[in-house]
């Protein structure tokens, strides 16, 4: 199953997390925020589909990011499991740990926020960009 969310840039967008990337749709970001690589998400995990929810929901579910912006990709592989809760309005939360709170996604995640390439960052920084956030769940 697909999904995709679209995000904004942001001038604060920073990506150095070394264990977790994030999408909000709150509007601003301070530079504490250093997971965060998109604001303004179209959704947050409540409002993912609850077919998708479900198949997420599954500890053997093998889970796909690819985060785009112009014409650079980058792909993460996470894990889905039985107690993601899935609930949270506004963020998204992947993580390379197995902590799960109302905003995580998936859990162990082979890459985090500081590995996304600088020259996407870059482009992110640009308030005036714009990125997808693409979850394909198998």
Same mark, same amino acid.
């Given at each position: 199953?697909?999904?995709?969310? &679209?995000?904004?840039?942001?001038?604060?967008?920073?990506?150095?997390?070394?264990?977790?990337?994030?999408?909000?749709?709150?509007?601003?970001?301070? &530079?504490?925020?250093?997971?965060?690589?998109?604001? @303004?998400? =179209?959704?947050?995990? $409540?409002?993912?589909?609850?077919?998708?929810? $479900?198949?997420?929901?599954?500890?053997?579910? @093998?889970?796909?990011?690819?985060?785009?912006? $112009?014409?650079?990709?980058?792909?993460?592989?996470?894990?889905?499991?039985?107690?993601?809760?899935?609930?949270?309005?506004?963020?998204?939360?992947?993580?390379?740990? =197995?902590?799960?709170?109302?905003?995580?996604?998936?859990?162990?995640?082979? &890459?985090?926020?500081?590995?996304?390439?600088?020259?996407?960052?870059?482009?992110?920084?640009?308030?005036? =960009?714009?990125?997808?956030?693409?979850?394909?769940?198998?």
């Amino acid at each position: 199953m697909h999904f995709e969310i &679209l995000f904004h840039g942001h001038k604060n967008i920073r990506s150095l997390h070394p264990k977790t990337i994030e999408i909000t749709t709150d509007p601003d970001l301070t &530079l504490n925020g250093d997971c965060i690589v998109g604001v @303004e998400a =179209s959704c947050g995990c $409540n409002d993912i589909p609850e077919q998708m929810k $479900n198949l997420m929901q599954n500890s053997k579910s @093998e889970i796909l990011f690819t985060i785009s912006a $112009n014409d650079i990709s980058f792909k993460v592989k996470g894990s889905g499991h039985k107690n993601l809760i899935l609930t949270n309005p506004h963020d998204i939360v992947i993580r390379k740990s =197995s902590f799960i709170c109302p905003r995580t996604l998936a859990i162990h995640c082979d &890459l985090a926020s500081d590995s996304i390439p600088r020259q996407m960052i870059k482009i992110l920084q640009n308030p005036d =960009s714009r990125g997808i956030f693409a979850i394909d769940v198998n």
